[in-house]
């Protein structure tokens, strides 16, 4: 399977620890995204990169978390001194940064997504 | 904001029957709209997207800008399009906006 990898998919942790999930974007596709998904809620973006800059980070990414992508390959999310409020589906997703507008060039892939559930 | 608005959480209907899965969005400029859909233990992935006016597995759908909707349509439904259906309009960084999602649940 070549299409957007998360690592790992389910993550219990207590709150107020520490937890980073991994993404590995389709290859060669320049940007990737975050978005978090809660129960009976469409996703929510969080942040994305294009190559290693990150260009955009959404109110709901709080001070706790933090995303990389040092070589513009794959990306972390880390949460930390983790809440139950953070208990969701973390998606990560890629496309290419270039696709003419009735092409699928610039169509994004998503994971499968890790689930977090904070006790 | 922009938003996009599902008001369905659940629509069950009978094989063979038609289904439309309503969405609406907040008007701003000259959206891109899509539908994504995510089949039982399977990823999110695109089904169709307004630009390309094209059906995908029976499924159109016409951005009525007028009435700022994105309404997904089949005229006979099969089991296998039992799933979560999600709209989502793209913003700036081209980036998504989804809707809350609909469970489309197709009986035998």
């Known amino acids: 399977d070549t299409g957007v990898s998360q690592d790992p998919r389910h993550k219990i942790t207590k709150r107020g620890q520490n937890v980073t999930f991994r993404c590995d974007p389709i290859?060669?596709?320049?940007?990737l995204y975050w978005y978090r998904q809660t129960l009976g809620q469409g996703p929510e973006f969080l942040t994305y990169?294009?190559?290693?800059?990150?260009?955009?980070k959404s109110r709901l990414l709080s001070d706790r978390f933090s995303a990389e992508r040092p070589k513009g390959s794959f990306s972390t999310l880390e949460i930390q001194r983790t809440e139950q409020g953070d208990s969701a589906m973390y998606l990560c997703a890629s496309s290419l940064l270039y696709g003419t507008v009735k092409s699928s060039g610039n169509t994004i892939y998503f994971g499968e997504g890790s689930w977090l559930t904070v006790v | 904001a922009q938003r996009v608005t599902q008001p369905e959480k659940l629509l069950s209907v009978f094989k063979g029957a038609p289904v439309e899965l309503k969405c609406n969005y907040s008007?701003?400029?000259?959206?891109?709209l899509f539908w994504y859909v995510q089949y039982s233990r399977q990823r999110l992935q695109l089904l169709l997207r307004?630009?390309s006016r094209e059906s995908i597995k029976g499924f159109t759908a016409d951005l009525n800008k007028g009435e700022t909707s994105f309404h997904l349509k089949k005229p006979f439904a099969q089991e296998e399009d039992s799933a979560m259906y999600y709209c989502a309009r793209k913003a700036a960084g081209n980036k998504l906006t989804f809707g809350g999602g609909t469970r489309v649940l197709v009986k035998p």
């Open positions: 290859s060669e596709h320049n940007r």
């Open positions: 008007y701003s400029g000259s959206p891109e």
């Open positions: 307004h630009i």
């Open positions: 990169f294009q190559n290693e800059a990150q260009l955009e």
